[in-house]
């Protein structure tokens, strides 16, 4: 498995801008799809995007689109999610996660897709 440590979240107001990271420990990052989710108070955990081992491919909740923008950087084991336009809706724990298994299917979006986890981190978007 991966461990993985979410850091940058936040009090922003509407409209502004954050950028989480997301540092993962081990020499397999490269071989595993990386993703983001979140989870408001009261709500499920919800997919936000995904991205594949070399990062040509990504993928994105509607409610996210244009707005949000996953990366990666395999040499410093870190993915990235920044968010742009930020709505107080978007206010939840953000969580990192790796997918299941090594070379797992990029599009995955169900949390039970994901084998590892972070701790979360906060984002809080005023009005």
């Known amino acids: 498995q991966v461990q993985l440590v979410e850091s940058g979240g936040g009090l922003v107001q509407a409209g502004g801008s954050l950028t989480l990271s997301c540092a993962a420990s081990g020499r397999t990052f490269s071989t595993y799809v990386m993703g983001w989710f979140r989870q408001a108070p009261g709500k499920e955990r919800e997919f936000v995007a995904t991205i594949s081992r070399g990062g040509g491919f990504t993928y994105y909740a509607d409610s996210v689109k244009g707005r949000f923008t996953i990366s990666r950087d395999n040499a410093k084991n870190t993915q990235y999610l920044q968010m742009n336009s930020l709505k107080p809706e978007d206010t939840a724990v953000y969580y990192c996660?790796?997918?299941?298994?090594?070379?797992?299917?990029?599009?995955?979006?169900?949390?039970?897709?994901?084998?590892?986890w972070g701790q979360g981190t906060q984002v809080t978007v005023s009005s």
């Open positions: 996660a790796a997918h299941l298994r090594p070379y797992g299917d990029p599009s995955a979006r169900q949390t039970t897709d994901f084998g590892s």
